[in-house]
Structures are given as C-alpha cells and as structure tokens.
Nanobody, 119 residues
Framework: QVQLVESGGGLVQPGGSLRLSCAAS????????MGWYRQAPGKERELLAL???????NYADSVKGRFTISRDNAKNTVYLQMNSLKPEDTAVYYC?????????????WGQGTQVTVSS
C-alpha cells in the first residue's frame, strides 16, 4: 500500500525558514507529479508548488521566489523549502502525489503538517 508521510512542520518566527519533507512508500512504478498544498482555517486548500516527473516546477504567485520544491527520485521524496515566511503562511501543509502503482494511476495525500509563523 502506498503512503505519503510528511515531516518538518512547526513554529517559526516571521522571516524564518522551514523545510518540509514528504516520503512516498510502497511499490511505486513511476511518479507523474508531486506537489504541496496548504489549507488555512476557513479557507480552501490551495496548490503551492508542483514538480513533474520530468522535473519541471510551477509555483503559486503567493509563494513564488520564497518557496522551492525539489525531489529526490532515489528516495521517492519531495521537499518544500520555505524561506522568508510570513504570518499568512500559517496553515496545514499537505503533500500530494500522482503515482503509477500496481493498481494503476492513483492520487494520494499526506496526513498534513502544521506550519505556524508567529513571533
């Protein structure tokens, strides 16, 4: 069974940095794309960054220039480096993966990790 396990959230001061990790475990044939979303209280979940199987990346305007998505193919792990954090970045951050598995192409979500930006 494929699972996504996230880590790296926490409390950080404004202007600080955090790095989130998301490791995909199980039998995975290929990665179509992986991405990071977030959901703040009372708001809809929003896509922040996406990395394709070929390594192309896309970012939401709200995080462009501050956040960087990367991937370690050997570890089936995707990272989100977050710099210059702002209080409005406070949210639960979720990893998402579109994978090729024994059951065909499937989409998976991580459990979420809380990021709080506050002084």
């Amino acid at each position: 069974q494929v699972q996504l396990v996230e880590s790296g959230g926490g409390l950080v001061q404004p202007g600080g940095s955090l790095r989130l990790s998301c490791a995909a475990s199980g039998i995975i044939f290929n990665i179509n794309h992986m991405g990071w979303y977030r959901q703040a209280p009372g708001k809809e979940r929003e896509l922040l960054a996406l990395i394709t199987g070929g390594g192309s990346t896309n970012y939401a305007d709200s995080v462009k220039g501050r956040f960087t998505i990367s991937r370690d193919n050997a570890k089936n792990t995707v990272y989100l480096q977050m710099n210059s954090l702002k209080p409005e970045d406070t949210a639960v951050y979720y990893c998402n993966a579109d994978l090729g598995t024994f059951n065909g192409r499937r989409n998976y979500w991580g459990q979420g990790t809380q990021v709080t930006v506050s002084s």
